[in-house]
């Protein structure tokens, strides 16, 4: 049992998993192949990730893998909340260059499946957030791309954080659009 919801940019989905609850907690199927594959998501999930981010401001993309080892993505929040970003990186696309933004959080239950030709980053809005995410294809160190998280011509509008976003050294070097290599 699960509700999924088109998102601005063709092929994000905002998926959420129903909650069986009572008393004691609660249950949730969170990923399922016969539901996927019954509402037209023919997907197959080769590898699971793991995020921990200690401080509310972690800002963590936008990531991708160009083919052909390119992912589609389907990513949930264990603990906390994000504020969840893709990008339309393909060049032949009427959207290409557009975001579209899913606050996803523990609470909520929510999911984002970020299709492939997308690239993909999140916020952390809170303190200790951990995001989990399932790939369609394994992390290749060759075939692994970021674009810039404030790219002026993309134009993100992420929230301001008090202390300002904590980045790594791969996403402060990170290329802008105009230069990345992106989809066709």
């Known amino acids: 049992m699960l509700e999924i919801r088109p998102l601005a940019l063709d092929g994000v989905l905002e998926i959420v998993p129903i909650r069986l609850g009572d008393a004691r907690g609660f249950f949730v199927e969170t990923y399922n192949e016969e539901r996927f594959s019954d509402a037209g998501l023919e997907l197959r999930f080769v590898q699971d990730n793991h995020s921990y ?15 052909p080892r390119a992912q589609d993505k389907l990513l949930r929040v264990v ?24 606050e996803i959080s523990a609470e909520k239950g929510n999911q984002i499946l970020v299709p492939k030709g997308f690239a993909h980053g999140f916020l952390t809005l809170v303190p ?10 394994s992390y290749s160190p060759e075939h692994d791309r970021s674009i810039r998280f404030d790219d002026p011509v993309i134009g993100i ?21 105009a230069v990345a290599e992106v989809f066709a």
Do not use: C, N
């Open 128 to 137: 200790e957030t951990e995001v989990l995410y399932k790939v369609t294809d």
């Open 53 to 67: 981010s200690a401080a509310s401001g972690v800002l963590r993309g936008l990531h991708y893998q160009v083919p």
């Open 157 to 177: 509008e992420w929230p301001a954080m008090i202390g300002g976003f904590q980045l790594s050294d791969k996403d402060l070097k990170a290329p802008t659009l």
């Open 79 to 102: 603990r906390g909340k994000v504020l969840d970003v893709a990008v339309d990186i393909r060049r032949s696309s009427k959207t290409f260059g557009k975001w579209v933004a899913l």
